[in-house]
């Protein structure tokens, strides 16, 4: 349902437009999935940058078919999701020794 409303909204008329609703409903679902693992995995700064990784091509996908700007979030998602302070401390200790 979402799908169909993603594709009647965004989609424009084109060769990719015919498996639109498919490729519409596959990325909302993506996206609600994703989205929801966010709050769960946002402590557990292994799997940050997995979630991250998925975000970010759940959002060219959707740039990409949908034709709906999406390089802000693309550019956004990994200064928020990316465990800067992890790396940076194991950077600051590699450099210690």
Do not use: K, Q, Y
Not at 30 to 38: D, F, N, R
Not at 57 to 64: K, Q
Not at 80 to 91: A, G, N
């Amino acid at each position: 349902m979402l799908g169909r409303f993603w594709a009647g909204l965004f989609a424009r008329e084109s060769a990719l437009f015919a498996t639109g609703l498919r490729v519409a409903a596959v990325l909302a679902t993506t996206a609600l999935v994703l989205e929801l693992a966010t709050v769960r995995l946002v402590p557990l700064p292994r799997l940050r940058p997995w979630l991250a990784l998925g975000l970010v091509g759940m959002h060219v996908g959707i740039d990409r078919v949908l034709h709906i700007d999406f390089r802000p979030m693309i550019a956004l998602v990994p200064v928020v999701l990316l465990p800067w302070p992890e790396w940076w401390e194991r950077r600051r200790r590699v450099h210690e020794t």
